[in-house]
């Protein structure tokens, strides 16, 4: 089978883009992507976007974005794995590579959530899990679902209300860094904890905001992609997986086994374990979902995110950094876009082109775990220098 | 200062009602007028769901019969939901829970009569029902 490597990279500025349409801000991604890679438009031959949709007024989004870039006979689909449908979208794109179909694919992450009222954007989130059992009568929030899953942690493990204030003001501090941030403030505890309470014990610092972006990557086969750059970045292993839709079905609530499965997967494709991994982009919608993130990665023990964090390893300078460009929390979370956005991250900061937030990189291996939902899904892409 | 950005604000609004079909669980809905709580356990190979469902999703098949799922249940975890979504704007906020039941079911629902702060991991509480004022059935976690 053709290694199949990230050959080109576009990332729009994420926050609330009511400057441009949706096929306007896809296009800020594709064209960085298209300029980035070297490459005409014509040759690429895959186009799939990952959006989830609802919050703006197209139905059919790759169809828009498709004819406003100018991408003609193109086989395209838009694909949907909640906020991992960017990851999902690499997936394809991948496997249009790998099975001989397409030479060169894109993928393209894409949401906007800001052209509805903020409570309908939380609305319509809630529904995303399973709605007659947790939405019509219960109303559950995507905050909610989180909680229940920092309550659990806490009451096991005795994480508590400063360390998942910590991660956003980890998060804050790789933010300002980020010109394309949506968020590029430094925070500290105090004003993390004492932001109001969306659903208990999370906070508003504790979640990723409502966004508008987009992120693309262009890929190619083993030949064209060495033609094409000094620095590939090769797709190693893409692990894959699901549970249940309902809150109620899960086994347990201090982790999400989706996460563990998908990694466990990705790590035995690749032939690495986690201690290889030089820099990660996890999925922090939430702060807790970050700390859940350290531990069924394997950066560490069950129960052990928040004292990694604390410990300052998983900053520039610690065993495993993360999240160097804000991640969601302070970079943005458009969610069809977010796990595009983390292929983007680690692509730059294994070319090492991350400038003042560049992780030290020595085994050339970097890792995006992009969750869906509340760990309905999850997606674990291995990408190193090396084929 | 700088200007907001023109938008067009779209003159078409859409609302959107789902009609859900539950004729394969009424039997839980109809249990629950009754004030009992019955789910569904595979005829072939015991399996018992909840939600309920009138396929199996250990063995496919489906030839289900309904079981009591009892009312105690034991409190896994827990949320208060402060900032609401659009259709819940009018409730005043509520907690949402987690708890196991004896048959090792686990459900989601609302407590009441309980405040965020008396809620503790562990603790034991009972499914009720209850009925809306319109007339729709459902049901909440008390104090047991």
Same mark, same amino acid.
């Given at each position: 089978m053709t290694g199949v490597a990230i050959v080109g990279i576009g990332h729009s500025k994420f926050g609330?883009?009511?400057?441009?349409?949706i096929a306007e801000l896809a296009f800020e991604s594709i064209h960085g992507a298209v300029e980035d890679a070297g490459?005409?438009?014509?040759?690429?031959q895959n186009v799939t976007v990952g959006s989830v949709g609802?919050?703006?007024?197209?139905?059919?989004p790759a169809t828009v974005v498709n004819e406003y870039a100018g991408l003609e006979r193109v086989g395209s689909m838009r694909v949907e794995a909640a906020c991992a449908s960017g990851s999902a979208a690499v997936k394809n794109a991948y496997l249009s590579i790998a099975s001989g179909e397409a030479d060169i694919a894109m993928a393209v992450g894409l949401e906007k =959530?800001?052209?509805?009222d903020t409570l309908t954007a939380v609305e319509l989130m809630g529904r995303g899990g399973s709605y007659l059992w947790e939405f019509e009568n219960f109303g559950m929030t995507f905050a909610s679902y989180y909680a229940m899953f920092a309550v659990a942690h806490m009451n096991r493990f005795g994480t508590t209300e400063e360390d998942l204030a910590r991660v956003a003001v980890k998060a804050h501090h790789y933010g300002s860094m980020n010109?394309?941030?949506?968020f590029q403030k430094e925070i500290t505890i105090e004003k993390a904890l004492s932001?109001?309470?969306?659903s208990w014990p999370l906070k508003l610092y504790d979640a990723s905001p409502i966004s508008d972006g987009s992120a693309a990557v262009i890929l190619a086969s083993e030949d064209t992609a060495r033609k094409l750059t000094d620095t590939p970045i090769w797709i190693r292993s893409i692990g894959a997986s699901s549970d249940s839709?309902? =809150?109620?079905?899960?086994?347990?609530?201090?982790?999400?086994g989706a996460a563990v499965d998908a990694s466990r997967k990705a790590y035995s494709a690749a032939k690495?374990?986690?201690?290889?991994?030089?820099v990660a982009n996890v999925h922090?919608?939430?702060t807790i979902a970050e700390l859940m993130a350290y531990e069924d990665l394997g950066?560490?023990?069950?129960?052990e995110g928040a004292k990694l964090l604390r410990d300052g390893q998983?900053?520039?300078?610690?065993k495993i950094p993360v999240n160097?460009?804000?991640?969601l929390k302070a970079k943005g979370h458009p969610v069809g876009a977010s796990g595009v956005s983390m292929m983007v991250e680690i692509s730059k900061q294994l070319r090492g082109?991350?400038?003042?937030?560049q992780a030290p990189i020595k085994n050339g291996i970097g890792l995006v775990h992009n969750v869906g939902g509340t760990g309905h899904y999850c997606y674990v892409t291995v990408l190193s220098r090396k084929r | 200062m700088e200007s907001e950005p023109l938008t067009l604000h779209s003159r078409k609004s859409l609302n959107l009602r789902y009609n859900v079909p539950i004729s394969k669980t009424s039997r839980f809905w109809d249990g629950l007028k009754e004030g009992k709580f019955v789910t569904t356990k595979c005829k072939s190979c015991g399996e018992v769901s909840f939600p309920p469902q009138?396929?199996?999703?250990?063995?496919?098949?489906g030839e289900a019969e309904w079981v009591d799922m009892g009312t105690d249940g034991e409190l896994l975890t827990f949320t208060y939901v402060q900032v609401t979504p659009t259709s819940f704007v009018e409730s005043d906020p509520y907690t949402v829970a987690v708890c196991r039941l004896p048959g090792g079911q686990k459900v989601l629902a609302w407590t009441e009569g309980l405040t965020r702060e008396q809620l503790k991991v562990g603790m034991k509480l009972r499914l009720e029902a209850r009925t809306r004022s319109e007339g729709s059935p459902y049901y909440v976690f008390v104090l047991r």
């Open positions: 609330r883009r009511n400057d441009v349409s490459i005409d438009k014509k040759q690429i609802g919050w703006y007024e197209e139905n059919v =959530m800001t052209e509805v010109p394309l941030a949506q932001s109001q309470v969306v839709a309902d =809150m109620s079905r899960r086994d347990s609530y201090v982790g999400l690495i374990g986690p201690e290889m991994v030089d922090d919608c939430f950066f560490c023990a069950k129960g998983t900053m520039i300078g610690g160097l460009d804000g991640g082109e991350a400038g003042k937030r | 009138a396929d199996c999703p250990k063995c496919m098949s």
